[in-house]
């Protein structure tokens, strides 16, 4: 499974931290967004049709979206004083919140029925009996006070207080009316707490549809974000179940934010997979590594219930998805880089025995070594996940020799049909960009047969580094 640095380098966190959401309890689901396994299809789908529903609402009713997501802005997390009732006596505070909760229960129920929305585990009612207990005065103003009605003692005590009152502001006071004033706060007080103490055993009864609530308002409110996210970018709902793995037009925003903010595009990739070994080749700086992160943000995000950012999307369940990227030093077990990286690809690889499904993507694995033992690692990695029957593989390399043994051969095409001397004019112009600007990142689908292209010549041509030098260079 992607851990937490993983998920911020693919853009994972970028897409949570962009999903607007207005409640405590929407924010937490977002903060650790459930990966739906096989045995969970189902509660999957339902998630995908909540969205569906939602993004129609949205675009076809958004007066009424926009009154709902007032009503859900105000909302606080109340659970932990929920969960205390018949343990302990709430404050009067903590009861304010669980009337203000029930008022917004009243509001929200019928908004969300406005909608005509039918979303699968979300149920949002109103409890008119719990209110009635907590406001017995039937005020429903978003303020707490314990009710006379609530206590014919507590009555009588404020009103023989309210009589002291007025005799001392009407005497200027003595010591005789402070010491009766004194004694009847403290008895309000003792009577206050039993009143509180008998409301709370009394509202412990709707303990759990108060939580239920709570609980609906969190997936109301993170399928409306997501919904709502999928409408500002153009995302798809994935078909999660399919017996192929593809995706046509993939984009990752926080990359195409990056570039866009470079005055740059964002070039889509569209892969297909099959079980087995699919390679991905091309040149340093070439976007390989672009591709991978691509693929893996959108798989995540499939398998989390989210939409995806592509035009075309379908996968089948997937158990795990797995990513062995970056520098992998690990400085207090004294491993080097390449150390770190064989390690954790054995961890990786004994994790993924026993699982159904599994999507592993590998980028340069095996850069940590000589060239000549680094391809024979790679190609080592794509014949066994070609023998393994349960795995989805990526592998993205400039090493030769490995695209002959893949399903599929996809290539970037780097430089290869740039126009060289425009290059170099606009490199020795001192354009930081222009390597960018003539570079294709396009993702093309191409013969097993085919080698990666070799770009570091015309690279290094470009960047006008010594001829004395490159005259050296006997790449044929």
């Known amino acids: 499974m992607l851990d937490t640095k993983q998920l911020s380098e693919i853009g994972f966190r970028w897409v949570t931290d962009n999903t607007e959401l207005l ?20 509660a999957l789908r339902t998630e995908q049709d909540n969205m569906r529903e939602l993004m129609r609402a949205v675009l076809a009713n958004g007066d009424e979206v926009n009154a709902l997501m007032r009503l859900l802005m105000p909302v606080k997390d109340i659970r932990r004083s929920i969960s205390a009732l018949a343990e302990r006596t709430l404050t009067e ?39 009635d207990l907590i406001d017995p005065d039937g005020t429903r103003s978003p303020s707490f006070y314990v009710s006379d009605r609530l206590s014919k ?41 039993r ?39 153009g995302a798809v709902i994935p078909e999660v179940g399919a017996r192929t793995l593809a ?19 964002f070039v889509p990739v569209s892969l297909e997979l099959t079980r087995g ?35 075309r999307a379908e996968l089948p369940v997937l158990d795990d998805i797995f990513l062995l990227s970056e520098d992998r030093e690990d400085a207090m077990s004294g491993l080097s880089s390449f150390g770190g990286e064989m390690k954790a690809f054995d961890g990786m690889l004994r994790a993924t025995e026993d699982k159904n499904t599994v999507l592993v993507l590998l980028d340069e694995f095996a850069r940590g070594t000589n060239p000549h033992e680094g391809a024979a690692l790679v190609r080592a990695a794509a014949r066994l996940f070609n023998a393994r029957s ?87």
Request: glycine share 6%; net charge neutral; charged share 30%.
């Open 23 to 42: 409640t405590p309890y929407g924010q937490e689901l977002a903060r650790r967004p459930h990966f739906y396994k096989a045995e969970e299809a189902d």
């Open 93 to 131: 505070v903590e009861l304010f919140e669980v009337k203000r909760f029930l008022l917004q229960l009243e509001l929200m129920a019928p908004q969300l029925k406005k909608l005509g929305t039918k979303l699968g585990g979300v149920s949002i009612t109103a409890m008119p009996k719990a209110l």
């Open 153 to 193: 003692r507590l009555s009588a005590i404020r009103a023989e207080r309210r009589k002291v009152d007025e005799e001392m502001r009407r005497s200027g006071g003595s010591e005789e009316l402070s010491i009766v004033r004194t004694r009847l706060a403290a008895e309000e007080e003792e009577e206050n707490a």
């Open 195 to 233: 009143v509180r103490t008998e409301l709370c055993e009394k509202l412990a009864a709707y303990r759990e549809e108060l939580l239920e609530n709570a609980a609906s308002i969190g997936r109301l409110d993170f399928a409306l974000g997501k919904a709502r996210l999928a409408i500002k970018y």
């Open 247 to 265: 995706f046509e037009g993939m984009t990752n925003p926080r990359i195409a934010e990056a570039l866009a903010d470079k005055g740059r595009r």
């Open 277 to 311: 070994a699919v390679v991905i080749t091309g040149a340093n700086m070439g976007g390989k590594s672009v591709a991978i992160k691509t693929l893996a943000l959108n798989a995540m995000l499939a398998m989390c219930g989210f939409a995806v950012f592509a035009e």
């Open 390 to 476: 349960n795995a989805y593989s990526v592998i993205a390399t400039h090493f030769d020799g490995v695209a002959k043994l893949a399903r599929r051969h996809y290539q970037v095409a780097g430089l290869r049909n740039a126009d060289q001397e425009s290059l170099k004019a606009q490199m020795k112009s001192g354009s930081a960009d222009a390597l960018a600007r003539f570079m294709d990142y396009g993702l093309y689908p191409v013969s097993p047969d085919e080698e990666p292209p070799r770009d570091a010549v015309t690279i290094i041509r470009a960047l006008g580094v010594s001829d004395e030098f490159t005259k050296l260079i006997d790449i044929l």
